[in-house]
């Protein structure tokens, strides 16, 4: 089953980025060519029948799995990136973290109102930066039609945070 194959895969550091907090290194799935083909394999699997215009990745971690995805559905890759990255005419959305703000942006060419966008995301921690994504392509006039995460950590509740937004959250693997 993918969850166990993802979980022998990822590796645990503690107290990064800061004591107490131990880290899912999920670059150790990077190694094996053959789980990240059955990770994006799973990913079309739970998807089918659901309208997919556009894959939307957020920066960094979104963008492993997220242009992979999106190849093998055969639609666009949108980057969501952070602030200043962006070297077109951008649309940003700031918001809140529990150390400050951080700002996200997006090409404003990126897709046509209506369209239907996943947003993938490889870990849902909190909900807080695929919540500002979300909110960035609805004012945009898009429509997020699901989430996609390979880890989620259950224990932070970013799964109730963003049900409102999409009832079809995936997640690979959950802690």
């Given at each position: 089953m993918i969850?166990q194959?993802i979980?022998?895969?990822?590796?645990?550091?503690?107290?990064?980025?800061?004591?107490?907090?131990?880290?899912?290194?999920?670059?150790?799935i990077?190694?094996d060519?053959?789980?990240?083909?059955?990770?994006?394999?799973a990913?079309?699997?739970r998807?089918?029948?659901i309208?997919?215009?556009?894959?939307?990745?957020?920066?960094?971690?979104?963008?492993?799995?997220?242009l992979?995805?999106?190849?093998?559905?055969?639609?666009?890759?949108?980057?969501?990136?952070?602030?200043?990255?962006?070297?077109?005419?951008?649309?940003?959305?700031?918001?809140?973290?529990?150390?400050g703000?951080?700002?996200i942006?997006?090409?404003?060419?990126?897709?046509?109102?209506?369209?239907?966008i996943?947003?993938?995301?490889?870990?849902?921690?909190?909900g807080?930066?695929v919540?500002?994504?979300?909110?960035?392509?609805?004012?945009m006039g898009?429509v997020?039609c699901?989430?996609?995460?390979?880890?989620?950590?259950?224990?932070?509740?970013?799964?109730?945070k963003?049900?409102?937004?999409?009832?079809?959250?995936?997640?690979?693997?959950?802690?």
């Open positions: 969850e194959q979980k022998s895969a990822v590796r645990d550091i503690p107290d990064f980025p800061k004591p107490g907090i131990v880290f899912k290194d999920i670059t150790t990077l190694k060519p053959a789980l990240c083909k059955d990770i994006v394999d990913f079309v699997s998807l089918q029948g309208r997919i215009d556009a894959v939307a990745g957020v920066e960094s971690r979104g963008f492993l799995f997220g992979t995805l999106a190849t093998r559905l055969g639609v666009p890759f949108i980057p969501v990136r952070k602030a200043g990255k962006l070297p077109y005419t951008i649309k940003q959305k700031k918001y809140d973290l529990e150390y703000t951080a700002t942006e997006m090409h404003t060419d990126a897709f046509e109102p209506g369209q239907h996943l947003l993938h995301d490889d870990l849902l921690a909190t807080g930066t919540t500002a994504a979300s909110d960035l392509i609805r004012e898009g997020v699901g989430f996609s995460f390979v880890v989620g950590l259950g224990f932070l509740n970013g799964k109730e963003i049900t409102s937004i999409s009832d079809k959250i995936i997640v690979l693997a959950e802690y």
